[in-house]
């Protein structure tokens, strides 16, 4: 499945999905050695280009940081992407 293809309701969902995965270092701490790099993946597959490879930096180093978790980073892309960006991108 292309992630950047996805309608806007069905990349809502899965960025509060990939949150919500996020929170599970706080219980599983070596969590976060697995979820940091497919994370960052997962963010420059959904949102292409240069602002894509910035928010898969952003997400790796935010996963991979201790006790920083609790930024929604999906969720934050998304609402950039479709209600703050001037040109929405895919």
């Known amino acids: ?11 809502l969902i899965l960025s509060l999905l990939f949150d919500a995965l996020g929170y599970v270092s706080f219980f599983i701490p070596v969590f976060d050695f697995f979820w940091a790099p497919l994370s960052a993946y997962l963010m420059t597959r959904m949102y292409k280009g240069k602002k894509g490879k910035i928010a898969g930096v952003i997400v790796f180093i935010e996963e991979a940081l201790p006790f920083v978790d609790v930024v929604p980073t999906f969720f934050i892309m998304w609402t950039y992407n479709y209600y703050l960006s001037e040109k929405p991108f895919k």
């Open 1 to 11: 499945m292309k992630l950047n293809l996805l309608k806007k309701h069905q990349k």
